[in-house]
Structure formats: C-alpha cells, structure tokens
C-alpha cells in the first residue's frame, strides 16, 4: 500500500477564505489517514482546466464552492442521484486514472439534514420557508421534502427561478404527493402568511451583509431561524430573527456536516464532527 497521501482540496474563486482545509486536516488527523488538502483558486474562466491538472497531479477528490458548482456538474458524466436532483456538484470524486470519468456528488442536503438534527429540529408535519433558489437551495430542497413536512414556500428575489425550481422539483420522485410546495418572488410574498416552523436562509446575501426582505408575520417565538451563512458574527438575518424572538442559528454544523459527507465517499470512514465543529467555532470567536 502507497504511503505517499492522497491529495485532495477546494477549488472556488475566491478561496482563501475557506475553512474546508482545517475541517479536512483535522478529519484526516482523527481517522489516522495521511493526506494533503490544499485551497485552489481556479480563474473563473478556467475551471475545467484548473480540475484537469489536479487530477495530473494526483489529485483524488475536490470540495467545489462558489461560483462553479454549476460547472462541476457539467464536468462529470457519472453524476449521483443527490447531485441529479441538485443540479449541482461540491464533491468531485477521481479515480487513480487521470482519464477516467469524474464522479459528482451534492453533500449540501445531508450537510443541512444533519445539522438540524444535531439541534433538535423535527420536521415532520412542519412549515418550511426556504429563501433563495440557488445551487444550495437545490440541493436541500430534496432532502427537506423528504422529512414529510406540511409544506414548504420556496421565495426568492428573481420569482421565474423558485417557480422553475419547483417545476423540475416536480419532475422527478414524488415524496412531494403529501408535501405542498410552492413559490413566490420575495417582492410578492403574501402578507398574510402565518408564521412558519423553520426559515431558512439559502440566499447569499447575508454575503454582502443583506437581509432577504420580509413581513415580520412570518416568525414567532417557536419559529428557528436557520442562516446558511456563517461568520464571526451573528448574520444580519439573524439578527432580525432573534429580535423577533425566534431561536437563529448559522450554517457552520452545515458546513462541517457536508464535509464530512464528502470525507466519507473518498476515504469510505466517516468523521466525528463533534470536535470540528467546537475548533471551528473557537476559531470564529477568537477572529
Ligand atoms: P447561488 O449563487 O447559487 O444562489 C444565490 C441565491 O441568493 C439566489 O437565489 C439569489 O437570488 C439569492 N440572492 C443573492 N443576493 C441576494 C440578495 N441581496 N437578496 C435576496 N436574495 C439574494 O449561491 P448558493 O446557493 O451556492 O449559496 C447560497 C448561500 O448558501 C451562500 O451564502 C453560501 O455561502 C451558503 N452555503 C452554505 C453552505 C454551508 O455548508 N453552510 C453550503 C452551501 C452554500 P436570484 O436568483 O434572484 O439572483
């Protein structure tokens, strides 16, 4: 057996501000197995070029982040049914073969399902409001279906892309024949909602400090609030819920959790997660 360690990383533009190398070394340290992950910036326009010589490097896998998930996606012919439904790749899997056919996957969902797990969060019978229509919100849009709450709104900025997300949603398997989905624009949202169970926050604009605008109708104390972003600081989003009263919570368990995900379909052991996500936090309060 090879002692030289396999090679993997996170390709993204920008990258140098992802956690994904500490959460993998320490994965890496915790189950004894010697490999190097490394942060690749990729051109925007040279994504496919940038995995190419990776792989001819070596390289066994890649955790893809903003803005080429879409491109990963194109990049693999065989592609999982997670990664069909999301219409999107973070997880490229590449055999010893430079030449073989990459593998792509979407941890995105399972990251969020088990993070909601991890702090107590039944869904069943729940009202869902998921913001954003993005490659994040595709990918948990399956995921979330399939926990059989009452219904979930999908609203985001640009109404056509939650209304087609819904539609392709509902071309493929049916958990939805006992869930109500449906979609609006953020412009339109209905006045008149009651207030939900879970919100979630898959829009990026916590990104650039912006808060998906909403009536204030739709959180009450029982409501969690939950930011797929995370950051040193609560979001701007979080804020706003927590000021109403509702319990907000950031995507940091999400982020540890799809890495895990994704450490598990190449090494084939799955991490404890409890010690990263305490590093992790560390690190952020100490920033
Ligand atoms: P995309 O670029 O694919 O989608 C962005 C989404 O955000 C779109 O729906 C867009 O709406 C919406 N949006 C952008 N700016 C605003 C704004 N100012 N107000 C309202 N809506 C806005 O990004 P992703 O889906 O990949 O990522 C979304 C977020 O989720 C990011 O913050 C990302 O960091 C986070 N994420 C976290 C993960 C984790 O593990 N914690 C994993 C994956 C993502 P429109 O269609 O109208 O442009």
Known sequence: MSTHPKIYGVIGNPISHSRSPLIHQTFAQQTGIPLT?????????SFAATVDRFRAEGGLGLNVTVPFKHEAFAYCIDRSERALQAGAVNTLIFSQDPQAPARGDNTDGVGLMRDLAYHG?????????????????????GPLTAAHPANILVANRNGETAKQLILDFGAGPKPQDIVTLCACALADFPRDEVAFDLIINATSASLSGECP?????????HTIAYDMAYGTAPTVFMDWASARGARALDGLGMLVEQAAESFYLWQGVYPQTELVRARLRAELHSS
């Open 121 to 141: 969060i039944e869904l069943t019978g729940k009202r869902i409001l998921l913001l954003g229509a993005g490659g994040a919100a595709r990918g948990v849009l």
């Open 213 to 221: 605008s909403l009536p204030d109708t739709v959180l009450q104390g």
């Open 37 to 45: 992950y490394s942060a690749i910036l990729a051109p925007l326009d």
